[in-house]
């Protein structure tokens, strides 16, 4: 009896074990069958979709991400929407700024084209017009020279305008006359004409039978009258502005310090080289030539302090005294 029951024990035993193992099996099964089954579908999925997502899932996807990085920009702006307000008040200002920026240009562009248009029609009224046009004529300097000799050189009609006149060719037409040395002609608006005029002076003169032929400093023999007062005399053997031996003259003349010009009565031109002064006293200066003529004119003065009536200054460094 007891063999029995001990029998019929571990037959459920076993029976039980065989149960449990065959549920396990049977789920393992299934588990398998699920498994193989998804990754079948998977598998489907794939092969039939790879590189080709549906367009429901990628707008979802694309629309998630573009909401989180907007989300995360806010997140990470400083201020938040008052960042933004002030952003945008600025891009205004700077589009307001601009707009008058392109609007004063505007304005500019337009004002100068007025000015340019005034101008225009000021200048072709001056020249057509008797607006600016000559009433006066003014000379200075002129002494020598008389008023009516340069008026006539300077050939201007009165009611001419002023913009159409040459005044540079007026002025070499007056510096053509032989007692002036040069000429310049002004405009000044609105209807007057000036003419400057600077004479020529004599340095020297010479004698010939027509009468005493005055030269300038430049040695241009520009007169022939009355021996003027105070001006030395050249003696030569041919004086004249080609002659060598007067222009030689002519250059210690000029280099001759003004208090000792003042004594010179008579200049004698042997040579270029052979030039003496003789002063209105009576004493002499032997120039020599017209070489080294600054160290001359520096020690000729100091030099006539001294006792004596002929002076040598023809070596500067070794000058003499008789």
Do not use: C
Request: hydrophobic letters at 40%; a positive charge.
């Amino acid at each position: 009896m007891s063999r029995r029951l001990r029998s019929g024990a571990r037959g459920r035993g076993i029976g039980g074990t065989s149960e449990r193992a065959g549920a396990g099996a049977a789920a393992r099964t299934r588990s398998g069958t699920r498994e193989r089954s998804g990754s079948v579908a998977s598998g489907r999925v794939s092969a039939g979709t790879v590189g080709q997502p549906r367009p429901g899932a990628r707008d979802r996807v694309r629309a998630e991400t573009t909401e989180h990085t907007e989300t995360s920009g806010r997140a990470e702006e400083p201020g938040g929407v008052r960042f933004e307000a002030s952003r945008r008040v600025g891009a205004e200002l700077v589009r307001r700024l601009r707009s008058e920026r392109v609007g004063g240009l505007r304005q500019l562009r337009l004002w100068g084209l007025l000015a340019v248009a005034l101008l225009t029609v000021a200048l072709v009224s001056a020249w057509f017009t008797p607006m600016l046009s000559v009433r006066t004529v003014e000379i200075d300097g002129a002494v020598a020279v008389s008023q009516d000799q340069v008026r006539e050189q300077l050939r201007v009609e009165s009611g001419r305008s002023m913009l159409r006149i040459d005044t540079v060719e007026m002025a070499r037409r007056v510096a053509t006359l032989p007692k002036v040395r040069t000429a310049r002609v002004q405009r000044v608006f609105p209807s007057t004409v000036r003419v400057t005029v600077v004479e020529r002076a004599p340095l020297l003169y010479f004698d010939s039978p027509q009468g005493a032929h005055l030269m300038d400093v430049d040695g241009v023999e520009y007169a022939i009258e009355a021996a003027p007062i105070g001006v030395p005399k050249l003696v030569a053997d041919r004086p004249g502005a080609a002659d060598p031996v007067t222009v030689a003259a002519v250059a210690v003349l000029a280099v001759l310090p003004p208090a000792l010009t003042i004594q010179v009565a008579q200049v004698l031109a042997r040579t270029v080289s052979d030039i003496s002064l003789q002063l209105t006293d009576g004493r002499s200066v032997l120039w020599g030539g017209a070489n080294d003529a600054e160290r001359k004119a520096q020690v000729v003065l100091p030099l006539l302090t001294r006792e004596g009536t002929v002076f040598d200054v023809s070596s500067p460094n070794l000058v003499t005294v008789k």
